[in-house]
């Protein structure tokens, strides 16, 4: 399972090359990739649909008890299918809808890293390896939805999409890391098997509130829904892929993924089902007055993941099982209809319906993918759709009239845009003229159209074994027992198809009415909503940032050293103070006459240093000083560090000297008080310092290492030089860490140094 | 500081730093010395010859650009520390083996040698690095 969730890593190395080798055929020939993960997952079917689960555990970090694990079960394998599949077909579609575009060789590198990401979030085992692919979907969402970098608009909406979908994950973090201490494991199957004490742990409630807001980020659920329609500024491609089928559904995987875990617990149904039903009709109100195609089909598909997060905090076994059977019907039609979106955008030149219709003469099979996939939206007979929306009613009449009044109020509209797309653009007559003289979509943009389109009509016509192979077993690892598959296109006359024909005769009504509609609806929207809170959230973070550079980073040289030698006094000093940390020794040891005279050398020089009036004279006092340190370290035994410090001294004044060539003389001194300022912060400096080392020396909290080290030298490490070990060799973490802190600041000098200088205002 | 004493001087005292500075490197591993301080040697011996002459004719007679010592420095201890990942034992553990030498018995080598050596290249980079563009820094 590991090499099916990592495969589109590795393919997406190879797809700008191929682009390049094959510009005509590269979309064709890496959508197989996706095409033999699918039929891979296919071959699983079998072993799943009986009850069976595959687990696959790779070490990461045992010591913390954190697995790269993958779990497959009903639900996982269902959205493994959705991932590789829609994936396949978007492949062959983003070749047509980019084609001879110079990047097109990165749009597939990142709709399969994505994939890659998108497999891992869903067959995940282990809670952090969740969040591990989890981040890496926004991260891909991020790069694809600013594939069109240089337009502002596509920038501005991938930053906000990654900043709104990160901050979530940032949230879910938070969330693992409680439920960790609660549950003791982050382990999927682990946690399946937790006892119901769980939920009594004080910390389960903050844990599920913090990973719920993750998942409603993700799954742009009220009120963070508003990055969703803003990512349709990326490519359709992107689109029907990762904001309509795929990626926004991760949030609603995870609520049911988490469901047997949390589920229980008492703020879980309240806050989970109130959002998801605010986010129902919230979506469909919003879908009411738009124009552009994609952005109506956006929020149609905000109003959709509403209904599924509001299926997904019901809980009742009728509710789990709407909610799989309609993402996977979901999926089937919005990708569809994504696809057509994009491909009448390609031909016509515009996404606006008021300037498109009666394009199903010069576009007759995209118009007979459209149809399907609409009817399937609208819930009609025979399509999918339909199906899915009966067991959806079911399941919100069986939970009370405020859920069920929901649900018909957004289905009704959602009726109502399945016929925008699918009948206004198609079959009615054209109110304006497109930028473009519509034709026949090619072959790559008509195929992922169709084949959705075409699937969601056979599985409406055969519910049967797509019920009992994939959408069951699906549910019942959400429910906890196996469930009896009675999905059927035919109920009989029950009240539920009544309900089905009112819903659609109110889409009818409604869209009979739309062009009065949409004005109504745009006047009473306009201008508010968390878009505008975002906004106003961004300028301030750069307000605060500049407040406090201004504050805390003035470029003045003596008080930047003013504020950090303080502050780090302050709060060392504050903490011994308070703690009782003081802890001189009794008595001082008497000194030797090599001490006593280094000591006073050090002391001289530092007057020197403070007293003089040439620069260089200054600095190489203080070099004195510091070699008087070094002298010290030899006295007590530590050659290497008197060595280094030595050098370190040398290069210090070199450096001194060769930056001073560069400035004026000394000529305007500081003032007596700012001298007598200066001078206090560095005695407070000092005292704490040497209160600090005295302290420090009776202190023993830990047994001390050096005698491990001393010891172990020689035979483990083939050194003699104890230092030097534990520079290379035990502590070569630490080593390496400071080579990059090296390497990182002479970077910095370059910078400072070579570019050139900006000149002041 | 185009000082003729002063030239005369870095000729001879160079190749007995810099020989110096191979010498603390090597013996680092049992006795004072080590990568970072010969670094530092090495680093000072040159520091003093682009103030003899001036950075121009240092750099080309360090011949090797410092950034690009500096990667490579990085570079060789990540690598060091990968080898024993791929021997199957954890990064950064020490691997060891003696390679006899006629004439000096055996000589222990070890990957923490390689570690030493791109901790040397860095030092070395990033203060002639450093030196360097002070030196040549315009008015």
């Known amino acids: ?761 | 500081m185009r000082s003729f004493f002063l030239r005369t001087a870095v000729r001879v005292l160079l190749p007995m730093l810099l020989l110096f500075s191979i010498y603390l490197f090597l013996r680092g591993h049992n006795e004072p010395g080590g990568g970072f301080v010969a670094g530092l040697t090495a680093a000072a011996a040159w520091s003093l010859y682009a103030i003899a002459f001036d950075s121009r004719h240092a750099r080309a007679a360090f011949r090797v650009e410092p950034r690009r010592l500096i990667a490579t420095g990085l570079l060789v201890i990540l690598a060091s520390g990968l080898i024993s990942t791929f021997s199957g034992r954890s990064y950064l553990s020490g691997i060891w083996f003696s390679l006899p030498v006629p004439g000096l018995g055996d000589i222990d080598l070890g990957t923490p040698v390689l570690f030493d050596l791109g901790v040397f290249m860095t030092v070395i980079g990033v203060t002639l690095g450093i030196v360097f563009s002070l030196e040549e820094v315009e008015e």
């Open chain 1, 1 to 761: 399972m590991s090499i099916t969730v990592l495969s589109g890593l590795a393919g997406s190395l190879l797809a700008a090359p191929l682009q390049r080798t094959a510009p005509r055929r590269a979309g064709w020939l890496l959508a197989l990739l996706p095409l033999g993960l699918f039929i891979y997952f296919l071959t699983l079917l079998g072993p799943v649909s009986a009850g069976r689960t595959l687990v696959e555990t790779l070490p990461w970090a045992p010591g913390l008890g954190v697995e790269f694990s993958f779990y497959l079960d009903g639900l996982g394998l269902l959205m493994a299918l959705l991932v590789s599949g829609i994936g396949a077909l978007v492949l062959v579609y983003a070749g047509g809808y980019l084609e001879g575009h110079p990047q097109l060789g990165r749009m597939y590198a990142f709709l399969l890293v994505f994939m890659s990401a998108m497999l891992g979030v869903v067959l995940s085992g282990h809670l952090l390896t969740t969040f591990l692919f989890w981040e890496l979907t926004s991260i891909s969402s991020f790069l694809l939805i600013g594939f069109d970098h240089k337009d502002e608009t596509s920038r501005k909406s991938a930053l906000q999409a990654l900043l709104v979908t990160g901050g979530g994950g940032l949230a879910m973090l938070a969330g693992l890391v409680l439920l960790n201490q609660a549950a003791g494991t982050l382990s999927i199957p682990a946690l399946l098997a937790s006892s119901p004490d769980l939920l009594k742990h004080p910390l389960a409630g903050p844990a599920a509130a913090l990973i719920l807001l993750g998942a409603f980020t993700k799954s742009a659920q009220f009120p963070f829904h508003f990055w969703l329609p803003n990512a349709m500024a990326a490519p359709t491609p992107v689109s029907a892929y990762l904001h309509s089928a795929t990626m926004v559904k991760a949030g609603v995987f995870l609520i049911l993924r988490l469901g047997p875990v949390l589920g229980d617990h008492p703020l879980w149904t309240p806050l989970v089902s109130l959002t998801g039903a605010v986010t129902l009709l919230l979506g469909a109100w919003m879908a009411l007055s738009q124009t552009d195609l994609k952005r109506l089909l956006a929020y149609s598909t905000v109003s959709m993941l509403g209904l599924l997060t509001l299926l997904g905090g019901l809980r009742t076994p009728l509710a789990l099982e709407a909610a799989v059977v309609f993402l996977f019907a979901h999926a089937l039609y919005k990708g569809a209809l994504f696809m057509v979106a994009g491909a009448v955008d390609h031909e016509t030149g515009t996404r606006d319906v008021t300037r498109l219709g009666g394009l199903a003469r010069r576009m007759p099979q995209t118009a007979a993918a459209a149809l399907p996939a609409g009817l399937s939206m609208a819930a009609l007979p025979p399509l999918f759709g339909f199906i899915a929306k009966e067991v959806v009613y079911e399941a919100a009449l069986e939970s009370g009239l405020f859920a069920f009044a929901a649900v018909f109020a957004a289905s009704a509209v959602t009726v109502f845009a399945a016929a925008v797309i699918a009948v206004e653009v198609f079959w009615a007559r054209p109110a304006g003229s497109p930028p473009r003289e519509p034709h026949e979509a090619p072959l790559a943009l008509r195929l992922g159209p169709l084949v959705l389109a075409g699937l969601g009509l056979l599985a409406g016509l055969l519910p049967g074994p797509l019920d009992r192979a994939l959408l069951s077993p699906a549910a019942a690892g959400l429910v906890g027992h196996p469930l009896q598959p009675g999905l059927a296109l035919w109920h009989g006359l029950t009240p539920l198809l009544a309900y089905s024909a009112l819903t659609f005769a109110a889409g009818a009504l409604l869209y009979l009415a739309r062009r009065p509609l949409r004005r109504l609806a745009a006047a009473l929207t306009a201008g508010f909503g968390p878009d505008r809170l975002y906004d106003l959230a961004y300028a301030g973070v750069f307000r605060l940032a500049a407040w406090q550079t201004g504050l805390l980073q003035h470029g003045t040289l003596r008080y930047y050293l003013n504020l950090t030698v303080l502050a780090a006094t302050g709060l060392v000093g504050t903490v011994l103070l308070l703690y009782g940390g003081l802890n001189m020794p009794a008595a001082f040891p008497g000194a030797t006459f090599y001490e006593v005279l280094i000591a006073a050398l050090i002391l001289l020089a530092a007057g020197f240093a403070i007293t003089t009036r040439s620069r260089l004279g200054a600095v190489a006092a203080l070099g004195v000083v510091g070699y008087g340190v070094a002298a010290i370290f030899l006295l007590f035994g530590a050659p290497d560090l008197a060595m280094t410090q030595f050098l370190i001294e040398s290069l210090t004044v070199i450096l001194f000297v060769l930056a001073f060539y560069h400035l004026p003389d000394f000529e305007r001194f500081s003032s007596r008080r700012t001298r007598l300022r200066d001078m206090l912060v560095a005695m407070l400096a000092g005292v704490l310092m040497t209160v600090l080392t005295l302290s420090a020396v009776g202190i023993q909290i830990f047994p001390t290492i050096s005698s491990y080290y001393a010891q172990a030298a020689l035979p483990e490490a083939h050194g003699r030089n104890i230092t030097n070990v534990i520079l290379v060799d035990f502590r070569g973490f630490d080593t390496l860490g400071e080579n990059v802190v090296l390497a990182l600041a002479a970077i910095g000098v370059f910078a400072l140094l070579k570019f050139p200088k900006r000149r002041q205002p």
